[in-house]
């Protein structure tokens, strides 16, 4: 994280989403640490009623329940980081990331989201055109997701 740096950089604004970790991807919310001279900056620009008050009361529950989240967001981050290093082994081409996904070239990439899709695991398949030619964006899930996403790769990778 970067938060600490706003105090040798006063400049300086970290943003930080509850979009994702915290399951509001359709409220929208999250929080900026910076300055106080940074706040006042943003505090005269952002408009009066930006965030409804329903949105501002789920932002504060699941702020108040981070200690109940740390521990699934730990998960993600050790399951996204054995996903890359098993992808890696099979010679896929694995983009670094630091979300809840990885993005995977392979030039398998349509015969593996078609099997994937019958064994009832969805990914995004970014189609043979574009600069995202051959890629998955493949979203971190559970212990067992994982495996049997694993699993589907190396019979893949190992009919060609």
């Not at 200690?67 to 998960?75: D, G, T, Y």
């Not at 081409?93 to 994937?116: G, M, Q, W, Y």
């Not at 899930?141 to 060609?160: C, H, S």
Request: charged share 25%; glycine share 6%; aromatic share 6%.
């Amino acid at each position: 994280t970067a938060a600490e740096l706003i105090n040798t950089y006063p400049q300086l604004i970290v943003l930080r989403t509850l979009s994702k970790a915290y399951g509001l991807a359709g409220v929208r919310a999250g929080y900026a640490l910076a300055s106080e001279g940074m706040m006042e900056a943003l505090s005269r620009v952002k408009p009066p009623y930006h965030m409804s008050s329903l949105d501002q009361m789920a932002a504060l529950v699941c702020l108040n329940q981070s200690a109940e989240v740390k521990p699934i967001l730990e998960s993600i981050i050790q399951w996204r980081e054995r996903l890359e290093e098993e992808l890696k082994k099979m010679d896929l081409t694995v983009f670094p990331s630091r979300a809840n996904f990885l993005l995977v070239r392979t030039p398998l990439a349509a015969k593996i989201d078609e099997r994937l899709q019958e064994e009832g695991i969805l990914v995004r398949n970014y189609g043979a055109a574009g600069t995202l030619a051959n890629c998955l964006r493949i979203t971190v899930g559970t212990e067992e997701e994982n495996q049997q996403l694993l699993e589907v790769f190396k019979k893949m990778q190992g009919d060609g």
